[in-house]
């Protein structure tokens, strides 16, 4: 049996879905519990703007837009952050890959376990999206409605100012929308005929977030038992 606390096969997976569905934060509960990084392209990219490294410089138009970065700098970045040893025994891999072109280069370099899409119904992803408040300071995550910070405008871990990313006010909300209906979706059947896929449903409020998180506990069941 693969449970968590005798796991002996290496699980190295994919998260995908809606941007707004939950995604992040499903992949940090995920990390803890199974022990294995959460590595999160939106990540590495919002904190190389914050500290304006060269990286940070290079994308940070595309990514206050809403747009995909290119895949080139995406593709090296990722592998460079997999290849290193804290994801040796897996990984939860957030937010990459989005084109068909990153899921073809990924499969060059790595073997993907399983694939979790998350799935939720438009009016809650947009609500989501909007209510989203961010640490200036640290990059935590709060939400005005679903995980509200204890005092209004500030972070609950490092008392930092939480604001409003430029990527997700409602214009460009609707832009990373539009991108990932267009660009992103079609990975589902990619994964789905490779029969990797395992869909999630994420239509619960953050206190209920043990529905979500045991649909993928049964997902990631049978990995090395094949
Ligand atoms: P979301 O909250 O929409 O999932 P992320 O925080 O994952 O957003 O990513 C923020 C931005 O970083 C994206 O809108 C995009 O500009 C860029 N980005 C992140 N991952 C990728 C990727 N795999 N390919 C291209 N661009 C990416
Ligand atoms: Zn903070």
Redesign the pocket.
């Known amino acids: 049996m693969n449970t968590i606390d005798n796991r002996d096969s290496i699980m190295n997976i994919v998260l995908l ?5 939950g ?2 934060t499903y992949a940090d509960f995920l990390s803890k519990k199974y022990k294995i990084p959460k590595i ?7 904190k190389a703007i914050r500290n304006q490294t060269e990286l940070g410089k290079k ?1 940070q138009d ?10 080139e ?3 090296k970045l ?1 592998k460079e952050r997999l290849g290193k040893d804290d994801c040796e025994d897996g990984f939860f891999l ?6 068909i072109n ?1 899921a073809e280069a990924l499969d060059k370099f790595m073997k993907i376990d399983k694939v979790l899409d998350f799935v939720a119904s438009e009016s809650e992803i947009i609500s989501r ?1 909007s209510g ?1 408040r961010t640490c200036k300071k640290c990059g935590a995550i709060f939400h005005v409605r679903n995980k509200p910070p204890k005092i209004d405008g500030v972070c609950d871990y490092c008392g930092g100012e939480l604001y409003q990313r430029t ?2 006010t409602q214009e ?1 909300i609707r832009n ?1 929308l539009r ?2 209906h267009e660009i992103t979706k079609p990975l589902i059947d990619y994964y789905r005929r490779k029969g990797l896929l395992a869909e999630i449903d994420a239509n619960y409020q953050f206190p209920e977030i043990g529905r979500v998180i045991s649909q993928c506990d049964e997902a990631l069941s049978d990995i090395g038992n094949l």
């Open positions: 879905g809606s941007p707004g569905v995604k992040g999160s392209s939106g990540d590495l990219f919002h994308v595309y990514v206050s837009s809403g747009e995909l970065v290119p895949d700098i995406v593709i990722v957030d937010g990459f890959p989005r084109t990153q999206l989203r990527d997700e460009t990373r991108v990932y």
